[in-house]
Structure formats: structure tokens, C-alpha cells
């Protein structure tokens, strides 16, 4: 897979990863993920706007320098206000550095001719990551401890789901869902673009075919007069 192909569910997967031994309840994820998007979008649009001032090989490192500053700061934040109904969450901000990277890759390592799709891509990455994110949570949640957002849903939950393996099979089956459902949504478009290709192609040929006739009918009319014409000179 080269830099510029990537599967955008593949870079989410990755991104979730590392957040998903760390986090328990539904808020814990709320919170880190909104997080995560926040340090991703703010660290990668300033490295958009010095993109031509930057070398495409020092982007990442440039991103990273910014999205571990952002970090530095929430950390801060939090220390200071450590009676947060977060914090829990709260200490385990570090580990949105690392998602946040990841996120990056698609867009820093994106090709020349995709550059009007960037706020597009940062516009789908976020809630399709916080989405599979949210979802992970609420079945890890849900399932390991029998509650949503810290609510008892009228059982203890199972004792496998609270290991780091069944994290592993829950995202997993998310994303298989997801990807699918990608995977479906791509092949339409691709569907689509043909038929408009080919729409394209019919009306070509039939404005060619209408400038053929006219040129047809000009120089038959041109052969016609010129016939007549030459007659006329002969009877004279």
C-alpha cells in the first residue's frame, strides 16, 4: 500500500487503536475522542497553511511538533482543574497524540492532484472516527459492564469483553461493518462516474456527428452551386 492509496477505514482502525485498552465507559471515549479530533484538526490545518513554506518529507514531523504542543496544553488544562467529571479520562490524554498522528497520514502524505480534497477528507476523517470510536464504546461498555454512560442496564456485563483481546474483536467488527459498507458506497460512485462518463461520450458523438452533417451539407450545397455555376460559364 503506497502513501498516497490509503483506505481511509484502515488509517480510523489504526487511530483507534491505541485508545482502545485505555478507555471503559462510553464518557471516557466521548471525551478523549472529541479530544483527538480537536488536536488533529487544529495541528493539521496550520501545517496546511504553511504547506508550500514546509518540505512534503518534514510534514509529519512538523504536525507532530504542533499536535504535542496542543497536548502539552490539555494536560496542563486538566492538571488544573483535576475535579473534572472526566477525570478519569482525563489522565490518559497523552495516548491522543498518537491517534492523532496516525489521522495525519492520509492528508500530509496525500498526492499533489488530491489538494482540492483536503478540507473534504479532514471534513469525513473526524466523525467517521469518532463514530467508530463512539460505537466501540458503547458495546464495550454495554457488554463488559452492563451499562451505557455509566447507567446499569439491569445486568453485571460479561467478563470476557473486559479484556484487551475482545476490544480487539469488537473494533474488528465494526470496522469489517463499516468497511463494507465503504467498500458498497465505492463501488456505486465508480458506477455512477462511468455512466456520466458514457453520457458524456453519447452527447460528444452526437454533437460530432451534427457537425458532420452541417459540413456535409455545406459542401454539398458548395459542389451544387459550383455545378451550376461552371454550366452557366459553358452555355456562355
Known sequence: MSKTNLNPIFIVTLAVIPLINVTKTLNEVVFLGLLVGLTYIIAISVVSIFEKLVDRNLRFFVFMIIATAIVTILNYVYSTFPN????????????????????????????????????????????????IYGVFGF????????????ISMGFSGLEFFRLGAASFIILAFICAFVNAYYLSWTKKKQQYELLVE?????INVEHNDARVNVVDAAEAEFGAEKHTNGGGEQNE
Do not use: H
Not at 464495550?140 to 451505557?148: D, F, K, P, V
Not at 458514457?198 to 453519447?202: E, N, P, R
Open 139 to 150: 458495546l464495550r461498555e454495554l457488554l463488559a459492564y452492563g451499562s451505557i454512560w455509566k
Open 84 to 131: 473534572s467529571l472526566y477525570t478519569d479520562a482525563g489522565s490518559k490524554i497523552n495516548y491522543c497524540l498518537v491517534s492523532a498522528g496516525i489521522l495525519a497520514l492520509q492528508l500530509i502524505y496525500r498526492p499533489r492532484k488530491d489538494a482540492g480534497n483536503y478540507f473534504f477528507v479532514l471534513l469525513i476523517q473526524v466523525p467517521l472516527f469518532l463514530f
Open 198 to 202: 458514457k453520457y458524456k461520450m453519447k
